[in-house]
């Protein structure tokens, strides 16, 4: 089985759209007036943003995110150097041990009120 897309509720989904299609590649398939949207990264997944039925509050965990893994340390600098120079507030550059290897990497909440996190392995 494949893992082929997920399904978000986001507080904007115009903003994340921008967002997905500004700093991280990804391009619309769809956008009915900003209320449901699907995105595709060019590898094989798309990603669906909705508006939250009225009244719904969205609440992710604090723990829940995207993870984007990229080429090295250095594609790690450069978006989050991108980001900031772009205006949005991302968390500060970690290196992460995981068992016998790490990571660096960064998270940034989006427009759509949820985190992503860039990261790359050592």
Known sequence: MKLNHANL???????????FERFLGFTVLTNRNDAFAVLDDGHGFVFNL?????GEVIAYSRNFHLGFFVADEAAVR????????AGVEAGGIQFYKRGTTGSVGFYCMTPGGFLIEV???L
Request: glycine content about 4%.
């Open 78 to 85: 450069d978006k989050h150097a991108e980001l900031i120079a």
């Open 9 to 19: 509720a986001v507080v904007d989904v115009g903003a994340t759209i921008a967002f």
């Open 50 to 54: 909705v508006v939250p039925a009225k």
């Open 119 to 121: 990261a790359a392995n």
